[in-house]
């Protein structure tokens, strides 16, 4: 008995590195057969797209790490991280070789921009820091902003008069900077909370929060009977299709709308059932719980299906204008990174229940790691300022005014208070640990819904991105 | 009375001085600023909008209680006098202490400090010359500067690092505080307003936000305005030449565009708008003489109600310009300012048989009387007027707001990056009557790092001591105890 357990390979695990380096390597020879029809090797598409497979291999080779603990998972992971970050440069090279200015004029250009920071502070944070496993959370969020790239408008646009300034370049540039060190403590904020012996009922909560927002937030495009409104699109100008100005026309995908409300059910009952227990102080719920995120993850990974299958290039009717209007992936690039975000966030509690004790043997000490958070924040603040004062300044040349109390500057101000609250509390208050991880997680919070919420849902002066 | 008075006083002014308060205002500045970005703000969005997002009701009270215009509203205001009332009340509480901890460097450490100073070591030395003199050269080693201190009981060195970085702290608040008051003197004496310019005109009255008038006490000729665009059409750029004019003069002039004001005494002009005003500027007429005129071939240009002669007896006058001309009635009516879809009257009369004849372009049926002209007119080419619009603001505060800025970012600097480093060393005997060399350490943040350098000198005295005194029985003895407390 116990010897046919001995002649397994103890978790040596050469078989994930080879398989993640053959699907590599059959992903770029695929793509190099299309690049010999083609012709042209080195054109961005395809640097964003070796980028992306280095990406998805680093990222599958830091959660074998996570789930198995083989540590030279980690060499191969780095070296793949390596070659996707040289990749990406590329891409960024040829980019801003393309259009003449640096990558900061467009969202599209903004992510990849921000997708090389993080690839390359993940770099330094795994060499200088040694937070070997902070691959894998940097790399998920690497590749989902490479997957949005693929989607969003890439064409280079020439810039418009406001954005040709100097001015452009170093605010962008303290944005992406401030805005990877904020990437950064996030991840090094949850593997504090993971060292920490945080309860994984902790883990599931924010999880089960996380995914029933974002299912909230989709629900929004729920229409009667059950169908589900998205953006009609002009796949020959790549554009949204306005009935007039400034006003969308949304088409009506037909019951796609009751999947969504299903899926939501399944993802709130972890949450109702987490509720119980802490109410009920009942242990029972919280299996209940996990096994409900299991179904959860499936349905929520049906509901992308659909989704793909449905809004992939299909024609269907409005109810502001008559006749059928084709919409495309592309219209709805948020709703597709909802979906993404909350398969990924399940599977990584999920990551967490399996390989508990493991992955806190390969963390370094809680100490360092809330060390390391108040230092990546210590280097956010001060970029978040000059961020904020170098677009006050811009602002003030370009409009007169340096502040506008625009949706944009006005979350970018709430930012930098959230810092500075933390701040405040950890160096007056003595907040260290758990309460201080919880900050630097709700401020990359607000963070990323300054860089994407306020871009979509609160549009303002600040339209570019 | 007085005395409760006084001290209700003083428990307010604690209030409004702890971080608690200060941290509660934060998290109130956040929760209305976002709610000033989720609810339709009065002044940016059109009001028709408005009246149709909410409810008549639900409109009533959101007026009423300023969330239609939260950061303009008076408790916004009050919101952030509280702000900056509890960073000056804090910083006046603490400042004192630290000031006094700045101006007057603790030098000389008793038992009681020592007892307590969490990085301290202890080295067995020959006697205090020695233990000194290898002591100062361990600093020269790193390149710091040291004290010697001389009191009446003993001798003992000094060594300090940064000491600004104590205050860099108030500098951060006091500069959040420079930024506030730049913005309190735009807002009591700064405006904005707009001036609409045609090229060859000049103005001085700018249109405030308010709708009232402002003038200037110099005016802004505009020479010329234009707009080049990309192949595909979006904007590249935008320009207007402007000239500054006082008293007939011209001070100042420049070519502005978008990222790219002029400045004069205060007042900036900014390139904002541009477009068409529907009027005429130019139009180009080609000439044929008829049949019944003898003549050449030629063009002419007109501006509006400019009369040309074409011969001794023929003039031609341009009277009308529609720029989207309908017809209705036998009647031209314009349509719209945009110009789409343009008309122009001509008329040509001849002194001697007082003939009158007018001339459309297009002919328009039933009006145009092109056939019975003398000369035969064809419209060549059509310049319409442009304007530009300027942006024209007054910010008297932002100089403060800069300065505030700049000084935040060098400060903020200092805050985190530069560490105010201590270093004592004191010859001390011990219980059993062997003299030591007392060293102890402290540093303000980053003490982790500091623990390293600590025991980096220790490691220099002690090299430093080994050629007069190589034979230590007792090794060094490196005490360090971590506090919890402090940053």
Not at chain 1, 327 to 341: M, R
């Amino acid at each position: 008995m116990a010897r046919a357990r001995v002649e397994q390979p103890p978790a040596t695990g050469m078989t994930l590195v080879v398989m993640v380096g053959l699907s590599i390597a059959f992903l770029l020879f695929i793509a190099f057969l299309n690049v010999v029809k083609n012709g042209n090797i080195l054109s961005e598409a395809n640097l964003l797209y070796a980028a992306l497979v280095f990406y998805a291999g680093a990222g599958a080779l830091y959660l074998g790490f996570g789930v198995t603990g083989t540590e030279s998972y980690i060499k191969f992971a780095s070296v793949a991280t390596w070659a996707g970050l040289v990749a990406n440069t590329g891409a960024v090279a040829h980019r801003w070789y393309e259009a003449g200015h640096p990558p900061f004029a467009s969202l599209y250009e903004m992510l990849l921009s921000f997708v090389w920071t993080l690839a390359a502070l993940t770099l330094v944070a795994e060499k200088r820091y040694g937070v070997k496993v902070i691959g894998t959370v940097t790399m998920p969020v690497a590749i989902v902003g490479v997957v949005l790239m693929q989607l969003l408008r890439s064409d280079v646009r020439p810039l418009v008069p406001a954005l040709q300034s100097t001015w452009l370049h170093v605010h962008v540039t303290l944005a992406m900077l401030a805005y990877a060190a904020c990437a950064l403590s996030f991840a090094l904020a949850m593997m504090f909370l993971i060292q920490d012996k945080a309860k994984t009922e902790v883990f599931l909560a924010a999880t089960s929060i996380f995914t029933v927002s974002i299912y909230a937030a989709i629900l929004s495009r729920f229409e009667r009977w059950g169908g589900f409104n998205v953006i009609a699109w002009d796949a020959e100008n790549k554009t949204e299709v306005f009935i007039s100005r400034g006003v969308r026309l949304f088409v009506t995908i037909p019951d796609l709308g009751w999947l969504m409300l299903l899926v939501f059910a399944a993802v709130a009952a972890p949450l109702v059932f987490y509720i119980l227990a802490t109410v009920r102080n009942n242990e029972g719920f919280l299996s209940v719980a996990n096994r409900a995120v299991f179904i959860s993850i499936l349905l929520q990974s049906l509901a992308l299906v659909f989704f793909l299958l449905r809004a992939r290039d299909g024609r269907y009717p409005s109810l502001d204008a008559d006749g059928l209007y084709p919409t495309s992936l592309a219209a709805s690039p948020f709703i597709l990174a909802g979906l993404v975000g909350g398969i990924f966030a399940n599977l990584l509690y999920l990551l967490l229940l399996w390989r508990r004790d493991d992955l806190e043997s390969h963390l370094p000490d809680a100490d360092t790691l809330d060390r390391i958070t108040y230092k990546t924040i210590c280097i956010a603040f001060p970029l978040l300022t000059l961020m904020i004062a170098a677009g006050a300044y811009w602002a003030n040349r370009a409009w007169g005014s340096y502040w506008n109390w625009d949706p944009k500057e006005t979350w970018a101000a709430i930012t930098w208070l959230v810092y500075a609250g933390y701040l405040h509390m950890r160096i007056t208050r003595g907040w260290r640990g758990r309460r201080a991880a919880y900050f630097a997680i709700l401020g990359f919070g607000v963070v990323m819904f300054t860089f994407f919420g306020v871009t979509y849902l609160l549009p303002g002066l600040h339209a570019y991105a | 009375m007085a005395l409760s008075l006084r001290s209700a006083f003083r428990k307010i002014w604690l209030t409004l001085s702890s971080v608690k308060t200060g941290v509660i205002l934060i998290i109130l500045v956040v929760i209305f600023s976002a709610a000033g970005t989720v609810i339709l703000q009065r002044p940016i969005t059109d009001p028709d909008d408005i009246q149709r997002a909410y409810s008549p009701a639900m409109l009533r009270f959101l007026d009423a209680t300023g969330l239609t215009d939260v950061f303009h509203a008076r408790w916004f205001v009050a919101l952030m006098i509280m702000v900056s009332l509890s960073i000056i009340a804090a910083s006046v509480e603490r400042f004192p202490n630290a000031w006094r901890f700045f101006s007057r460097p603790y030098k000389s450490p008793d038992d009681n400090f020592r007892r307590v100073l969490p990085t301290q070591a202890r080295i067995a030395v020959a006697n205090e010359g020695v233990g000194l003199d290898a002591a100062d050269r361990a600093f020269k080693h790193f390149g710091w500067k040291s004290e010697h201190i001389v009191r009446t009981s003993n001798f003992s060195l000094f060594s300090e690092r940064h000491r600004i970085s104590e205050m860099a702290v108030y500098i951060v608040h006091a500069s959040l505080l420079l930024i506030f008051l730049g913005g309190i003197v735009d807002a009591l004496y700064g405006w904005k307003g707009y001036l609409m310019l045609t090229p060859g005109s000049a103005s001085n009255q700018v249109e405030l936000k308010s709708g009232a008038m402002r003038g200037l006490p110099f005016s802004i000729r505009c020479d010329g305005a234009g707009e080049e665009t990309y192949k595909d059409g979006t904007p590249k750029k935008y320009w207007s030449k402007l000239a500054v004019v006082k008293g007939g003069k011209e001070m100042s002039s420049k070519e502005i565009v978008v990222n790219d004001p002029l400045v004069f005494s205060g007042v900036r002009f900014y390139q904002t708008n541009y477009g068409r005003t529907g009027k005429l500027d130019k139009l180009l007429v080609s000439v044929t003489p008829g049949k019944d005129v003898k003549g050449e071939k030629r063009e002419i240009s007109l501006s509006m109600n400019e009369i040309v002669a074409l011969d001794a007896d023929t003039k031609v006058q341009l009277a009308e310009f529609i720029p989207d001309y309908v017809v209705q009635d036998g009647h031209v009516y314009a349509r719209s300012n945009d110009v789409v879809n343009p008309a122009a009257h001509l008329i040509v009369t001849s002194e001697k048989t007082n003939k009158v004849v007018n001339v459309w372009f297009p002919e328009i049926p039933g009006i145009a009387e092109n056939e019975s002209s003398p000369y035969i007119l064809e419209p060549k080419d059509l310049k319409t007027e442009v304007f530009t619009g300027l942006e024209v603001s007054h910010e008297p505060g932002q100089w403060a707001v800069w300065c505030g800025v700049v000084l935040m970012a060098i400060a903020l600097t200092f805050v985190f990056y530069v560490v105010h480093t201590r270093f004592w060393v004191l010859p001390i005997t011990d219980d059993e009557g062997c003299t030591m060399l007392w060293i102890g350490g402290s540093a303000n943040r980053n003490r982790d790092a500091f623990e390293v350098t600590f025991k980096r000198l220790v490691d220099q005295v002690q090299r430093e001591l080994k050629p007069a005194f190589a034979a230590t029985d007792k090794p060094a003895a490196s005490v360090s105890r971590t506090t919890i407390a402090g940053g």
